[in-house]
T-cell receptor, first 113, second 116 residues
Framework: GEDVEQSLFLSVREGDSSVINCTYT??????LYWYKQEPGAGLQLLTY?????DMKQDQRLTVLLNKKDKHLSLRIADTQTGDSAIYFC?????????????FGAGTRLAVHP | ETGVTQTPRHLVMGMTNKKSLKCEQH?????MYWYKQSAKKPLELMFV???????ENNSVPSRFSPECPNSSHLFLHLHTLQPEDSALYLC???????????????FGSGTRLTVV
């Protein structure tokens, strides 16, 4: 099946680190993605990782990939109130000669003082 | 603005109405997508167009009818919808289907549809 699973909700204190987890199903996915959706907006690409990498760091964001377990995580260091949003994990399994993105249900991150 | 514009932003329609959602991009992308976003459910891919040709219809009911007159415009025609069709409908585009993996998608802000 093509199910990307994420927990639905995460609450953290401002200044702490946030870790959002995701499991995906298709090991042939070339890239795995994290998208961010702010209220009233569409999804915005936050970062992505190539499947032959274990880790990718981009400023406050760290993506970890465990291909064996098909587990992807997004760590946000020094979480700020502006990081409050829904975070979607997505995989890109080859299908019918082209790639499509399969998304999870999203994790709502709430940052409180 | 992301470069993908959707109109209207909000739409309320009765079950017997006919309406259309519009999506427009001027990013030079060749692939366009319709997604349905419902609360607490994964984004559902509805339709994929690549170079104006429909390449995927993800078992979507016929009361949803897509149209892609050119690579910059995508429509979703709606008729005789049900209350459970109420959701946020998102349009996205990408460079092309084959290369989408390393570019990701650019999304519009969506149309919030309410069926009464």
């Amino acid at each position: 099946g093509e199910d990307v699973e994420q927990s639905l909700f995460l609450s953290v204190r401002e200044g702490d680190s946030s870790v959002i987890n995701c499991t995906y199903t298709d090991s042939s996915s070339t890239y795995l993605y994290w998208y961010k959706q702010e209220p009233g907006a569409g999804l915005q690409l936050l970062t992505y990782i190539f499947s032959n990498m274990d880790m990718k760091q981009d400023q406050r964001l760290t993506v970890l990939l465990n291909k064996k377990d098909k587990h992807l995580s997004l760590r946000i260091a020094d979480t700020q109130t502006g990081d409050s949003a829904i975070y979607f994990c997505a995989e890109s399994p080859p299908s019918g000669g082209y790639n499509k993105l399969i998304f999870g249900a999203g994790t709502r991150l709430a940052v409180h003082p | 603005e992301t470069g993908v514009t959707q109109t209207p932003r909000h739409l309320v329609m009765g079950m017997t109405n006919k309406k259309s959602l519009k999506c427009e991009q001027h990013l030079g992308h060749n692939a366009m997508y319709w997604y349905k976003q419902s609360a607490k459910k994964p984004l559902e891919l509805m339709f994929v167009y690549n170079f104006k040709e429909q390449t995927e219809n993800n078992s979507v009911p016929s009361r949803f009818s897509p149209e892609c007159p050119n690579s910059s415009h995508l429509f979703l025609h709606l008729h005789t919808l049900q209350p459970e069709d109420s959701a946020l409908y998102l349009c996205a585009s990408s460079q092309d289907n084959a290369g989408a993996a390393n570019y990701g998608y650019t999304f519009g802000s969506g149309t919030r549809l309410t069926v009464v």
